[in-house]
Structure formats: structure tokens, C-alpha cells
């Protein structure tokens, strides 16, 4: 919790703090207001690049971010109550140290001055419009957080780590069938530096830029197309595995029976291709999972399959389910597909649900079904036996084939 203001020093004043976003053109790019507040703050915080821009109108102790950056803000929570400035680049709400400080301190504490962000100079530049656009970073994370937006047709901006990015960026298309994509790869912009470098991403190769860059990607798919679908069951060839996946029609039920929701972790217990805890985490970027899977060639597969499909944050837990669910945090969502039937893994993942939270289960075997039987019997919930037959070849002609029926039970926790 942010501290209150009746803790600040005697004689502090409500708005001690100011948030000054400062792009490639220096002081020539803010305002009047913004340029005082750099000039009557005891200290300036901000990175060596922010802190050499705006030199000519600090005034007071200059301070450069630690190395590691400090998340908590511990230098500038100290000087709480003081007159403070923190330098930041653009707009320091658009993935920048605002957000972060904004976790620490109460916004009637500060002033904010936001700068044009990278997102905003790029569209500017290409003339693009930035709602009809893609926008996410990648600054410090993986490069295949990208994927689930390469639509044909699709325009994105991605802020970058640094001046190899744009390479792997563009590797990561060519891959995945969207070499033919026009690429963009602008630098230091809007500063005397600036640069746009326009060419396929498949012609990008090896070459490197100035650090500070943002790629504009104008996606095109050829015969290699691999679109990620939005629908909430990709097709079960997007997959690598060795037979052990739900199926896509029973994954369509087990997904709406698990209700996803913003920002929830899953567990998904014997994960086998992970399809489940990679579909659930598809759903939407806040949401998290944890595959638990007891064989080590499974698991490697289903690291491989999240960082293809573009969820590379899956977490992935080797081991028999009782052990691997010990030290991990509490989930919203729990799905138990394959080895239920042993250690009382479902009751032991009941107990660990949070209230309100989501269990479901599925069975194949008769092993399985007699225990969420009984499950059902004692715990209530809802109990399903769901169905799939699929037209396959019989000698010259068609006929229908069944799937193994599954027998699925749900249950909320109170």
C-alpha cells in the first residue's frame, strides 16, 4: 500500500513527486511546466540517457537508476516528501517507469508530464492509425510473445530490447510462415538521429540498428500460413504430441467449463501436450498457468508448444502431480486430465483451489470415471459424458467413427 500522506515529513507538500517523460529531442520536446519541475526537484531520478538530455535544466542531485533497476522504487521512496523528479522516456504510462511507480505511490502524491510514446511517433510516422493497430512490448521479453498477433492484414509495433531485436523479430516471421511481411525498423525517434529502414522480414538477415528502436510490422502470410485462430480450441495439428491431447472438440467444452477470466492462473494437471494451459493463456494476456507433467519428454514438448503458439511464460513443472503441486501458488482454475485416478490427486488439488475457483475433470478410463463418481456423489458439482464421432474411410465409401466418450465433472468451490 502506498504510505498515507499523514506519514510524510512535517511541512511536505501532497504532490512531492513529479513524472517527467522526456523523448529524443530533449528539453526542445516538453513543455514549460515539465522543463520547471526538473528544475526545482532536490533530486532527479532517470537513466543516463534521460539524465544527459535534460542536464541543461537540472538544478539539483542527479541520480541514475541502479543496475538492476529496483521495481520497488527504493531510492525514490526514501526521498518521499522531498521535491522529486523522475525522468522517463515518452509517456511514462505506456510500458514505462510511471506504471511502476504508480504501484508505490498514490497518484495525489505526484504530477505527471507524459512525452509522445514510441507507439505514437511510429504511427505518426507510417501513418497509421493507432487503434486499428497492435501495439506490445518486448523489452526484456521473449521475442515469441508476437506470435498470437500475426494475422494477415494485421499492423503491429513492438517496442524492442535493443539493436539485435529487430533480427530476431523478423526470424521469429520467417518461421512462422510471415517472412513476406513488410518490416520497419525505426530508430531514436523523434531525435536528430532518427532513422526508417524498410524492407521484407525475410530480407532482414543478421543486421542490427541503434538500441533504441521500435519494429512496425505489416504482416503477410503465404503458403506457409500458421495464424494462430481467435477460437478458443486451435486445431489439434498446431500441436506437437504423441497422442496424449484433448481433443479439440473436447477442449472447446473443458475451456468454457473452466470459464476462464482475466488475470486467473490454471493448473493443469498431466498436461501432456499442454494444450489446455496454452489455449487457456491465448485467452488473454494477464492470464497465467502451470503445466505439471510427470514425463520429461512431454514436458520438452510442451515448452516447445507454448513458444511456438506464442505463450512462452507458461511455467512448466516436472514430476508426479501430489509432489509438484506443493510449493506452487494457489490456482484459480485447476484441470485434471491424465493419472487422476492415482494419490488422491483431485482431492489435493480441491484443497488447494482458491473460493469461488473452478475444478474440472475428465476420464477415459473406467478407473478414472468410477473416482469422479465418486466425487460427484460426495461433492455435488455437475457430471457430463461427452461424445465425438468423426467421418473416416471404411473400405471405399465413409462411415461414422466414434471417439472414446469422455465423462467430465465440474465443480466450484464454495
Known amino acids: 500500500m502506498p504510505p498515507s500522506r499523514k506519514d510524510m515529513p512535517a511541512g511536505a507538500t501532497a504532490k512531492w513527486l513529479a513524472i517527467v517523460g522526456i523523448g529524443e529531442d530533449g ?5 514549460a511546466a515539465a522543463r520547471q519541475a ?3 526537484a532536490e533530486i532527479v531520478f532517470g537513466g543516463a540517457r534521460h539524465l544527459e538530455l535534460a542536464a541543461p535544466a537540472i538544478r539539483g542531485e542527479a541520480c541514475r537508476w541502479p543496475v538492476p533497476f529496483d521495481t520497488g522504487m527504493t531510492d525514490v521512496i526514501a526521498a518521499r516528501g522531498r521535491n522529486v523528479c523522475v525522468l522517463a522516456s515518452g509517456d511514462p504510462f505506456c510500458h514505462g517507469v510511471g506504471a511502476t511507480l504508480a504501484r508505490h505511490v498514490d497518484p495525489a502524491e505526484f504530477r505527471a508530464y ?4 514510441a507507439f505514437s511517433l511510429a504511427a505518426a510516422r507510417l501513418g497509421w492509425a493507432l487503434q486499428e493497430t497492435e501495439t506490445i512490448s518486448l523489452h526484456g521479453r521473449p521475442v515469441e510473445l508476437i506470435r498470437p498477433l500475426l494475422n494477415d492484414g494485421a499492423r503491429i509495433l513492438a517496442l524492442t530490447s535493443n539493436g539485435r531485436s529487430p533480427a530476431e523479430i523478423a526470424r521469429l516471421l520467417c518461421e512462422s510462415g510471415f517472412g513476406g511481411s513488410r518490416f520497419y525498423v525505426l530508430e531514436a525517434l523523434g531525435g536528430p538521429a532518427e532513422a526508417v529502414t524498410t524492407l521484407r522480414a525475410d530480407a532482414l538477415g543478421d543486421k542490427t540498428f541503434a538500441d533504441l528502436n521500435v519494429v ?4 503477410s502470410c503465404g503458403d506457409g500460413d500458421r495464424t494462430i485462430p481467435l477460437a478458443s480450441a486451435l486445431p489439434d495439428d498446431l500441436f506437437e504430441h504423441d497422442g496424449q491431447i484433448t481433443k ?3 477442449r472447446a467444452v473443458t475451456l468454457s467449463s473452466l470459464a476462464p477470466r482475466r488475470g486467473e492462473l490454471l493448473w493443469d494437471i498431466g498436461a501432456g501436450s499442454g494444450s489446455i494451459a496454452i489455449s487457456w493463456m ?8 502451470v503445466a505439471i507433467e510427470a514425463e520429461a519428454d512431454r514436458a520438452a514438448r510442451i515448452r516447445g508448444n507454448a513458444s511456438s503458439l506464442g505463450v512462452p511464460g507458461l511455467r512448466i ?3 508426479q502431480a501430489a509432489e509438484a503441486l506443493a510449493g506452487l501458488p494457489d490456482p484459480d482454475a485447476i484441470f485434471v486430465g491424465g493419472g487422476g485416478s492415482r494419490n488422491g490427486v483431485v482431492e489435493t488439488a480441491m484443497g488447494r483451489l482458491r473460493p469461488g475457483g473452478r475444478l474440472v475433470a475428465n476420464a477415459v478410463t473406467l478407473e478414472m470415471e468410477a473416482v469422479l463418481l465418486d466425487l460427484y456423489a460426495r461433492n455435488g458439482g455437475e457430471l457430463s459424458r461427452i ?3 468423426r467421418a473416416a474411410p471404411v473400405g471405399g465409401m465413409s462411415g461414422w467413427r466414434p471417439a472414446m466418450p469422455v465423462t467430465q465433472w465440474t465443480w466450484s468451490k464454495p
Open 27 to 31: 528539453l526542445d520536446g516538453i513543455g
Open 38 to 40: 526538473i528544475g526545482e
Open 114 to 117: 507524459p512525452a509522445p510514446s
Open 216 to 219: 512496425a510490422i505489416e504482416a
Open 248 to 250: 479439440r472438440e473436447i
Open 282 to 289: 491465448l485467452a488473454h494476456p494477464s492470464m497465467r498457468a
Open 317 to 319: 513443472v516436472e514430476g
Open 387 to 389: 461424445g465425438v464421432t
